[in-house]
């Protein structure tokens, strides 16, 4: 750094100067978060163009050492700052909460959270290279792999998540993992005798008039729909969708809870719905209506051919630009372990993804879960077509 100042002092103001200065440092003796306090110190002095210049020189050798030594040793300042790790999140606090509190109560690692309802994809692409985002957390397969697809997320290897998870539900790249699963199945009147359901047996003219769905363009249903595309081509698919909306009891509508609450007001007797709801209905407050539709009906696991039930997921993926990478992934590995496992079945009543883990008694009274082995990536591939079908055959109309 040249510290012949004497024109430039005079030419402008100091402050800018020592500024000017400081950003001439190599790059690698800067901060990039921010300047070393130090600076604005030094900004105090240089109030005055009054000054000699010859006392400006030599005071700037002083500034030039003291620039240099503050540079460096300020990233060292911030790294024994407590730990952090950043997580953006579609899941619902009451869910995640308790989870990251443990595992900051085990690492000592706080856990700063974006709670999302939607957008994650675009607000991490708008945010680029400086996103602070370390981890993200979503539902449903689409939604995961996007971010992959945009080249938003980087690969991880860890023995623990690849001891944990079945092959064919993380990328073999380690770009996504699967955290839980959440079963697509049949709701069923409570009388009704029914024994080794396929998906396809909702298309059966039995069921004329007789079954209740949320509207087809749901991301629920396009994942089944795309599962389907996978296991039996478009043409069938496509012939499989018209007898189901022929069965129809009602228009696609509501959620899935509200197919419960339908079987019990005696407009359909089955339809299609996400198993953890039973167990969210069963433990509604006192006197929620939710408690009575719950009661009104039974779980049965439809599968495809393969004798597997379709499945969708939650799950997670580090941030391609993660500041926090190494806590990213015990952050990732912690929620495998069997204590965070554990939790997905006892409060959101879903299925661990990692074996021998202990279940709600709801969601063990719904037997075990053989899951459709299709790789999640087949399915995902099929989204669009599975859109383009439900619009089609005019399934929501």
């Known amino acids: ?130 996103s602070p985002a370390d981890l993200l957390m979503t539902v449903d397969s689409g939604n995961l792999l996007d971010l992959v697809s945009a080249g938003l997320t980087q690969p991880v290897s860890s023995p623990i998540l690849n001891a944990a998870i079945p092959s064919h539900l993380r990328d073999p790249a380690g770009h996504w993992f699967v955290l839980s699963l959440r079963d697509r199945v049949l709701y069923a009147e409570k009388s009704l005798t029914i024994k080794d359901f396929r998906y396809s047996d909702l298309a059966d003219p039995a069921w004329r008039g007789k079954v209740c769905i949320r ?48 079987i019990l007001a005696g407009i359909c007797d089955l339809g299609l719905a996400n198993a953890y709801y039973v167990g969210q209905m069963r433990n509604a407050p006192e006197g929620d209506p939710q408690r009575e539709w719950a009661q009104a009906i039974q779980v049965v696991r439809p599968q495809f051919s393969n ?33 965070a496992q554990s939790a997905y079945a006892k409060v959101n009543f879903e299925y661990p993804v990692k074996a021998g883990v202990e279940l709600h008694p709801v969601v063990a009274s719904m037997g075990p879960l053989s899951a459709d082995p299709l790789p999640l990536a087949q399915i995902v591939a099929q989204r669009k077509a599975a859109s383009l079908l439900v619009d089609k055959v005019g399934f929501d109309q």
Not at 318 to 337: D, Q
Request: proline content about 5%; hydrophobic content about 45%; overall charge neutral.
């Open 1 to 130: 750094m040249n510290c012949n100042l004497t024109q430039e002092f005079q030419a402008g103001s100091t402050t800018g100067w020592i500024t000017t200065k400081f950003r001439a440092l190599p790059a690698a003796q800067q901060n990039h978060h921010s300047n070393p306090p130090l600076l604005v110190v030094f900004g105090c002095f240089f109030f005055s163009s009054t000054i000699e210049a010859s006392i400006v020189n030599t005071f700037c050798k002083w500034v030039q050492s003291a620039l240099v030594v503050a540079s460096l040793l300020w990233p060292v300042v911030g790294s024994a700052q407590a730990a952090t790790v950043n997580l953006y999140t579609t899941r619902e606090p009451g869910l995640i909460q308790p989870l990251l509190d443990e595992f900051t109560r085990q690492e000592g690692i706080a856990v700063q959270t974006v709670f999302l309802s939607a957008g994650m994809l675009e607000r991490v692409q708008a945010e680029g290279a400086r």
């Open 215 to 262: 509207p087809g363009q749901h991301p629920y249903n396009i994942s089944l729909i795309a599962a389907m595309i996978a296991h039996r081509g478009e043409a069938e698919t496509e012939a499989w969708l018209r007898g189901v909306k022929a069965n129809l009891a009602r228009k696609p509508a509501g959620g899935d809870r509200d197919v419960a609450r339908d």
């Open 307 to 339: 004798g597997g039930t379709h499945v969708n997921i939650s799950g997670a993926a580090v941030a391609k630009h993660a500041p926090n990478r190494a806590n990213a992934v015990k952050l990732l590995e912690y929620l495998l372990s069997d204590g």
